[in-house]
C-alpha cells in the first residue's frame, strides 16, 4: 500500500530535550516536505527536499533541522524544543517537484501531534 | 507575495444542500491552485487542483472549483452535502514560476459541517 508514514504520532515533551519525528515514504517520490498545523494559520511548510542531498528551508524553518540521506526517509529534528513548537506536525511528498503534472499529487503522512512542556 | 484567504472559518450546511466554501489569492501571475480535505485525526487528501486549461476542475467525492482569474478566486462547490463531508477544508496555491510544490502556501482552512 502506498502510504508516508511517521513516528511517533504522540509526543510530549519538555524544553530543550532534543527529538526527532521520522517520516518514510514508499513510493520512491523524489519531493518530500515538512509542515506544521495551528488552528487559525492552515498548514505552513517548514522545509521541503528536491531529492536525496537537497533540502532546502519553507517559511517557517526557525528552531527545525532535516535530512535526506536516503530518497525514503525525511526525519525532522528539533535539537532544543520549545513551547512554541507545540504543534500538528505533518510529512508530505510527491513524485516530482518540476511543475505540476496533471496526474501528480502530493501525499500527506497521518500527522504527529507534539507537546513541548 | 502570494497569501491565500477563506471566507468564514467555519461554514454549516444542511443535508442535501449546495456546499460553497470561499477561497480568493493574491498572486502577480496565475497561481497553480488546490483544495484539500482533512478529516478528523487524519492528514491531508488533495480534491482536486487547477493548473491550466479548462477553468472549471472536478474532484474528488462530487467536488467542483471554478478558477476565475477577473475575481482572483478559486471557489469550491458540491450541489448536494452529504454527512460525511464534514472536514476541514484547506484552499492552497504555489507559483508556477517555481518548482510545483516548493512553495504552497496554505490557506487558514474553512471547518465544513452538515446537519442531518
Known amino acids: 500500500e502506498a502510504q508516508v508514514t511517521q513516528n511517533p504520532r504522540y509526543l510530549i515533551t519538555v524544553t530543550g530535550k532534543k527529538l526527532t519525528v521520522t517520516c518514510s515514504q514508499n513510493?520512491?517520490?523524489?519531493?518530500m516536505s515538512w509542515y506544521r498545523q495551528d488552528p487559525g494559520l492552515g498548514l505552513r511548510q517548514i522545509y521541503y527536499s528536491m531529492n536525496v542531498e537537497v533540502t532546502d528551508k519553507g517559511d517557517v524553518p526557525e528552531g527545525y533541522k532535516v535530512s535526506r540521506k536516503e530518497k525514503r526517509n525525511f526525519p525532522l529534528i528539533l535539537e532544543s524544543p520549545s513551547p512554541n513548537q507545540t504543534s500538528l506536525y505533518f510529512c508530505?511528498?510527491?513524485?516530482?517537484?518540476?511543475?505540476?503534472?496533471?496526474?501528480?499529487?502530493?501525499?500527506f503522512g497521518p500527522g504527529t501531534r507534539l507537546t513541548v512542556l | 507575495a502570494q497569501s491565500v484567504t477563506q471566507l468564514g472559518s467555519h461554514v454549516s450546511v444542511s443535508e442535501g444542500a449546495l456546499v460553497l466554501l470561499r477561497c480568493n489569492y493574491s498572486?502577480?501571475?496565475?497561481?497553480?491552485l488546490f483544495w484539500y480535505v482533512q478529516y478528523p485525526n487524519q492528514g491531508l487528501q488533495l480534491l482536486l487542483k487547477y493548473t491550466t486549461g479548462a477553468t472549471l476542475v472536478k474532484g474528488i467525492n462530487g467536488f467542483e472549483a471554478e478558477f476565475k482569474k477577473s475575481e482572483t478566486s478559486f471557489h469550491l462547490t458540491k450541489p448536494s452535502a452529504h454527512m460525511s463531508d464534514a472536514a476541514e477544508y484547506f484552499c492552497?496555491?504555489?507559483?508556477?514560476?517555481?518548482?510545483?510544490?516548493?512553495?504552497?502556501?496554505f490557506g487558514p482552512g474553512t471547518s465544513l459541517s452538515v446537519i442531518p
Open positions: 492552497a496555491v504555489s507559483d508556477p514560476m517555481k518548482t510545483s510544490y516548493d512553495k504552497v502556501i
Open positions: 513510493m520512491n517520490h523524489e519531493y
Open positions: 508530505a511528498s510527491s513524485p516530482h517537484h518540476g511543475l505540476a503534472e496533471s496526474t501528480d499529487t502530493q501525499y
Open positions: 498572486s502577480s501571475v496565475p497561481p497553480y
